[in-house]
């Protein structure tokens, strides 16, 4: 069971909005930053959003990230087909001397 | 660019070793904390250990606590993972990954494959 909570599927047609939830607690997302991976199968995951909120040069503004207390969640609007993948959250936790902690991913369908 | 390439998996018995090296280049090694993460079968990636930029702190998921070591040679712009009492529970993909600066992973590679089966 991860420690951080996120709904297991997604999906959305073409052009739409998609927005996935990433639940967690006041030692990680709560006092740390989040992070939002994309992974598609056999490839190496790819950072989408870094520092809550934050879009690496070349990921396109489709995407977007935010944060509130001990919650986050990630935006896709204008949905395309090549983005259906798996999606994860992360943060770094206070507790146990320290640790990543990531959720246990999303897989979005395109319909 | 950043390149992070994974290597040294394969299959090993249960209860054996295995060392993993991540060979990185495209920028300077011995500022950045460093990472590694696997993706066990049909499931999530789960973060295993982590590496400060000078090697002084590291940090391990109580999962691989006591039986995993991360450690790093600047000189050679490589990252490690020892890896010794393995299970079956270990079987994965195992990524290196590179921080950026917020002990999160930022940059990653392409994964060595880990089995441990008899």
């Known amino acids: 069971q991860s420690v951080l909570t996120q709904p297991p599927s997604a999906s959305g047609t073409p052009g739409q909005r998609v927005t996935i939830s990433c639940s967690g607690s006041?030692?990680?997302?709560?006092?740390?930053?989040v992070y939002w991976y994309q992974h598609l199968p056999g490839t190496a995951p790819k950072v989408l959003i870094f520092r809550n909120n934050q879009r690496p040069s070349g990921v396109p503004d489709r995407f977007s990230g935010s944060k509130s207390g001990t919650s986050a969640s990630l935006a896709i609007t204008g949905l395309r087909s090549e983005d259906e993948a798996d999606y994860y959250c992360a943060a770094w936790d206070d507790t146990l001397s320290g640790h990543v902690v990531f959720g246990g991913g999303t897989k979005l369908t395109v319909l | 660019q950043v390149q992070l390439v994974e290597s040294g998996g394969g299959v090993v018995q249960p209860g054996g070793s295995l060392r993993l090296s991540c060979a990185a280049s495209?920028?300077?090694?011995?500022?950045?904390?460093m990472h590694w993460v696997r993706q066990t079968p049909g499931k999530g990636l789960q973060w295993v250990s982590a590496i400060s930029h000078d090697g002084a702190n590291k940090y391990y998921a109580d999962s691989v606590k006591g039986r995993f070591s991360i450690s790093r040679d600047d000189s050679k712009s490589t990252l490690y993972l020892q890896m010794s009492s393995l299970t079956i529970d270990d079987t994965a993909v195992y990524y290196c990954?590179?921080?950026?600066?917020?002990?999160?992973?930022?940059?990653w590679g392409q994964g060595s494959l880990v089995i441990v089966s008899s």
């Open positions: 495209g920028f300077p090694f011995s500022p950045y904390a």
């Open positions: 006041s030692s990680n997302i709560g006092s740390n930053y």
């Open positions: 990954a590179r921080d950026n600066g917020h002990w999160s992973p930022y940059y």
